[in-house]
């Protein structure tokens, strides 16, 4: 069954909730969401999903920045009675300051198999970032590492979309999707993520929201998951151009 998980930013627990509640409105069969960790907001991700699971009972995967976690303390979420799963990301360069340890994706994944393997563990898939086979060479040690499945770099292309689907055919996946709205936006996603968008792309709301239905589609028919990460853009009217794929 096609699972499909929100991607929510914790810029303040007050926020999230007020995102939460609003998604659910739109999206009452809202089950799970993963929540990121960016070190500009104060709430870490693990909290935010402990908050979120607490106060509304919807699922929710943490980010875990394995450059961020502390060899000589608890993983992070291990402690947690609200907490499933979590999604384990090499994570950013840190602002100039900020502890951080020289490890793995990989290392952290297998903490987390050895420490708490009562969660679930997922890992990230990106087919931007370098040759396709290389990335598969480090799906294949983050599975026998003990991943349970993946979270993908969003895609903006269907096409990429059915050829990254055939690499991964065997695995867990949830795909991610993004609107991309306006030349600046996609400016900066080829830059700083390498993305190679299709030459037509359409950067208007109506466009990404066909893109996402057609992705979505096409994720439905092959009994993959999905997430959606609404980027600057009004929640409450993307989720509704998504009505009946969601």
């Given at each position: 069954?096609?699972?499909?998980?929100?991607?929510?930013v914790?810029?303040?627990?007050d926020?999230?909730?007020?995102?939460?509640?609003?998604?659910r409105?739109?999206?009452?069969?809202l089950?799970?969401?993963?929540?990121?960790?960016l070190?500009?907001?104060?709430?870490?991700?693990?909290?935010?999903?402990?908050?979120?699971v607490?106060?509304?009972?919807?699922?929710s995967?943490?980010?875990?920045?394995?450059?961020?976690?502390?060899?000589?303390?608890p993983?992070?979420?291990t402690?947690?009675?609200?907490?499933k799963?979590?999604?384990?990301?090499?994570?950013?360069?840190?602002?100039?300051g900020?502890?951080?340890?020289?490890?793995?994706?990989?290392?952290?994944?297998?903490?987390?198999r050895?420490?708490?393997p009562?969660?679930?563990?997922?890992a990230v898939?990106?087919?931007?970032?370098?040759?396709?086979?290389?990335?598969?060479?480090?799906?294949?040690?983050?599975k026998?590492?003990?991943?349970?499945?993946?979270?993908?770099?969003?895609?903006?292309?269907v096409?990429?979309l059915?050829l990254?689907?055939?690499?991964?055919?065997?695995?867990?996946?949830?795909?991610?999707?993004?609107?991309?709205?306006?030349?600046k936006?996609?400016?900066?996603?080829t830059?700083?993520?390498?993305?190679?968008?299709?030459?037509?792309?359409?950067?208007?709301l109506?466009?990404?929201?066909?893109?996402?239905?057609?992705?979505?589609?096409?994720?439905?028919?092959?009994?993959?998951?999905?997430?959606?990460?609404?980027l600057?853009v009004?929640?409450?009217?993307?989720?509704?151009?998504?009505e009946?794929?969601?």
């Open positions: 069954m096609t699972r499909v998980s929100l991607e929510l914790p810029r303040t627990l926020a999230l909730m007020a995102d939460v509640s609003l998604s409105d739109v999206f009452p069969q089950g799970l969401l993963n929540i990121p960790d070190l500009r907001f104060d709430v870490r991700s693990y909290r935010a999903a402990e908050a979120v607490a106060q509304t009972g919807v699922e995967i943490p980010h875990i920045r394995a450059i961020d976690v502390d060899p000589d303390a993983l992070p979420g402690q947690s009675a609200e907490l799963a979590v999604l384990v990301v090499a994570g950013d360069p840190a602002p100039e900020y502890k951080t340890y020289s490890q793995s994706s990989v290392d952290i994944i297998e903490r987390y050895r420490e708490a009562h969660l679930d563990v997922y898939f990106d087919p931007y970032r370098r040759a396709p086979w290389q990335e598969l060479e480090d799906v294949k040690r983050k026998d590492a003990g991943a349970k499945g993946f979270f993908t770099q969003p895609l903006f292309d096409n990429m059915r990254c689907m055939d690499w991964m055919r065997d695995e867990t996946v949830f795909w991610g999707i993004s609107p991309v709205l306006g030349e936006s996609r400016a900066y996603w830059r700083v993520n390498h993305i190679v968008f299709p030459h037509d792309y359409d950067t208007s109506e466009g990404n929201i066909q893109l996402a239905r057609k992705m979505l589609e096409l994720i439905r028919i092959a009994g993959d998951n999905a997430y959606l990460m609404p600057r009004d929640l409450g009217v993307y989720l509704r151009g998504l009946g794929l969601i």
